[in-house]
Nanobody, 123 residues
Framework: QVQLVESGGGLVQAGDSRRLSCAASGRSISNYIMGWFRQAPGKEREFVAAITRRGLATYYADSVKGRFTISRDNAKNTVYLQMNSLKPEDTAIYYC????????????????WGQGTQVTVSS
């Protein structure tokens, strides 16, 4: 079992930056591909970013490419999402998840999920 707890959400203005953290416990995240997903009001949850076990490869949704950066510190059992140039359309609940498979874009591949942290971007 892996327990994931997100933090760092809040209310920000368009153009601001914010860093989300995802602290894991129970097992080392070094065994998992880690991902971030988000769900906006009235919309389905969508893929945001993912990072492989040793951080050698990263994947991003087109909507955040060039603005968001995913990283991990396996020694601290923590994953991060640095969000720059935030837009109102980035407003959503952001979820951290752990994946023991290879399909990084598919949320069904993610076995463990956090409770989410709200990010609200005002215009």
């Amino acid at each position: 079992q892996v327990q994931l707890v997100e933090s760092g959400g809040g209310l920000v203005q368009a153009g601001d930056s914010r860093r989300l953290s995802c602290a894991a416990s129970g097992r080392s995240i070094s065994n998992y591909i880690m991902g971030w997903f988000r769900q906006a009001p009235g919309k389905e949850r969508e893929f945001v970013a993912a990072i492989t076990r040793r951080g050698l490869a990263t994947y991003y949704a087109d909507s955040v490419k060039g603005r968001f950066t995913i990283s991990r510190d396996n020694a601290k059992n923590t994953v991060y999402l640095q969000m720059n140039s935030l837009k109102p359309e980035d407003t959503a609940i952001y979820y951290c998840a752990a994946n023991n498979y290879l399909a990084v874009y598919d949320e069904k591949s993610y076995e463990y999920w956090g409770q989410g942290t709200q990010v609200t971007v005002s215009s």
